[in-house]
């Protein structure tokens, strides 16, 4: 019996013998030094002794069974433990017990649980670097290719002046273009890695407004799109980090210019409450179709109303610097036909 191959047990039970041997001799010793003459005595004497060994072997004969059931706890423990890690079995939570072994069990089980959520957890993600590294090389290659086109145009000696000052701005849109995703990316692979110390203090809105808009006055004045903000007070303020900020809020403005048609209007409108500081941005766009909206700020996710240039990585960028600043964003259609983006920074933590 492997029972016995247990150093423990064995040395429990020569541990227990030996004291019901050294207890019965030392009874058996006391019950001699008794004053009782005669027979009487003599067979008293030896139903005394015998008494002891049966308490003695009693006691470990109790002893070895509970031993014994709690080792083979232990061992359908075991048993159960190697069917998680190799069969991938489901847990069974319905043997719930008082004592020190189930409660063991119980910490195993969640133990095994919480293994099998990073793995899983680590395959979904190693799923999604796959994608993105798909989205993010396709989405290099393209404007990549076409820069090698131009370059082998810029090459020709017929070209005219007006054409080649022409396939040069294409080439310095395209390499912004490129430049511009390295630099998201890898503002969001820092924000992944948690590297990015936020430095949050109290700012004015219509600053951060003014900023994240400044960018794109030159892209609205070719559109001749006509942009507004309208304040409350003008003494609105959010806590945040600006820069940090400007980035996300500029990155809806300039969705909403892209989607916004030649003398469309694009409006900010500012307002503060006692529970959080809101910005109210909408555009006279085609808005988003209705099955977009739940997935607008998903990494290189792109709508139905997408242009050309569209990368999708600018509103889960804006997300996640927004989630880091205890704020919130969401789009929605306008009643009347566009889209509306709602930012609202919190000033205490919402649950």
Not at 25 to 41: I, Q, R
Not at 123 to 128: E, G, I, L, P, T
Request: with cysteine.
């Amino acid at each position: 019996m492997h029972f016995f191959r247990n150093p423990e047990i064995r040395n429990s039970i020569f541990l227990y013998l030996a004291t019901g041997a050294i207890l019965a001799a030392a009874g058996s010793f006391l019950v001699c030094l008794l004053p009782l003459p005669g027979t009487e005595a003599a067979i008293y004497r030896l139903l005394l002794i015998c008494f002891l060994l049966f308490v003695c072997l009693a006691f470990t004969v109790l002893h070895f069974l509970t031993t014994y059931r709690r080792y083979r706890y232990l061992w359908k423990l075991c048993g159960s433990i190697d069917r998680m890690l190799h069969s991938g079995c489901a847990l069974e939570f319905e043997d719930y017990r008082e004592g020190e072994l189930s409660i063991l069990q119980n910490e195993i089980q969640k133990l095994f649980l919480r293994i099998q959520e990073q793995s899983s957890q680590l395959m979904a993600d190693k799923q999604q670097l796959a994608d993105s590294m798909a989205d993010i090389s396709h989405q290099i290659r393209t404007p990549l290719t076409s820069i090698h086109l131009l370059i082998s145009r810029l090459n020709s000696q017929s070209l005219a002046p007006e054409e080649r000052r022409s396939l040069l701005r294409q080439l310095i849109l395209l390499t912004e273009r490129i430049d511009w995703l390295i630099e998201a990316l890898l503002k969001m692979s820092r924000l992944d890695a948690e590297i990015v110390s936020f430095q949050l203090q109290e700012h004015p809105l219509a600053q951060l407004v003014q900023e994240a808009a400044a960018p794109l006055a030159i892209p609205m004045d070719l559109h001749e799109q006509t942009f507004s903000v309208e304040a409350d007070t003008g003494l609105e303020t959010f806590r945040g980090d600006l820069a940090w900020t400007v980035e996300a809020i500029g990155n809806i403005l300039k969705n909403c210019t892209e989607h916004t048609p030649p003398n469309g209007a694009i409006s900010v409108r500012i307002s503060q409450n006692a529970i959080y500081s809101q910005l109210l941005i909408e555009d006279t766009g085609p808005g988003f179709a209705p099955e977009d909206l739940p997935h607008l700020f998903e990494r290189f996710y792109k709508g139905q109303n997408a242009s050309s240039k569209s990368i999708g990585i600018g509103l889960a960028l804006c997300r996640m610097i927004l989630f880091r600043e205890n704020a919130s964003v969401k789009v929605e259609n306008r009643p009347g036909g566009g889209a509306r983006f709602v930012v609202r920074f919190y000033r205490d933590v919402v649950v």
